[in-house]
């Protein structure tokens, strides 16, 4: 079955940087894109970024352009998310996500807080 499992969440400065990774199994991930979105406590689920099966293009919601990066390692069936420069306002849980045959298939969260 897909399996998702993030981890690399916590609490942060202003400021300061996270790397989120989402290991994943039970399906081709080197022939799956893969995204990473986010729910802040009110609010709805929001598209961070994606990236493509081959790793060769990506996608970025307006906010998170030139802070956030996403890669991924296939030989390690691996997706990562690099945030730099985090601010109160991206405190959220952090979802990885992968759409197989029109399902959406969910990890479990990692939460990020970002306070001083």
Known sequence: QVQLVESGGGLVQPGGSLRLSCAASGFTFSSSAM???RQAPGKERE???SIASAG???NYADTMKGRFTISRDNAKN???LQMNSL???DTA???CNTRIYRLHYWGQGTQVTVSS
């Open 78 to 80: 691996t997706v990562y």
């Open 93 to 95: 849980m952090y979802f």
């Open 87 to 89: 601010k109160p306002e």
């Open 56 to 58: 060769g293009s990506t």
């Open 35 to 37: 995204s990473w979105y």
């Open 47 to 49: 598209l961070v970024a």
